[in-house]
């Protein structure tokens, strides 16, 4: 039985529109889980015109287990919705 959760928390910085997602959790059986949901939200970014951002800052954070990723958006208003479509999922 997995005992922790996975908590995601998103941060935008509007010049250039790069969105940064970290996910943490205490139980390492959820890495599987984390790393899938990363992946979904990495290709959910499509959409709205992201990509990987190949320049990366790890967050830092207080935790056992952390999957985090870059993206960036052609412009401030895709990232925006980007964000408000994750909003709507949560």
């Known amino acids: 039985m997995i005992t ?8 935008i910085r509007e ?12 139980d390492k059986r ?3 889980v984390m790393l899938s949901m990363a992946a979904d939200l990495i290709e959910m970014a499509n959409k709205f015109n992201g990509v990987p951002f190949r320049v990366h800052n790890i967050p830092n954070v207080n935790a056992t287990l952390m999957v985090s ?3 960036i958006f052609k412009t401030t208003n895709d990232a925006v919705a980007y964000i408000n479509e994750l909003k709507k999922i949560q």
């Open 4 to 11: 922790g959760s996975a908590n995601w928390f998103f941060e």
């Open 69 to 71: 990723f870059s993206l």
């Open 30 to 32: 959820i890495l599987p």
């Open 15 to 26: 010049v250039p529109p790069i969105v940064r997602g970290y996910c943490t959790a205490t």
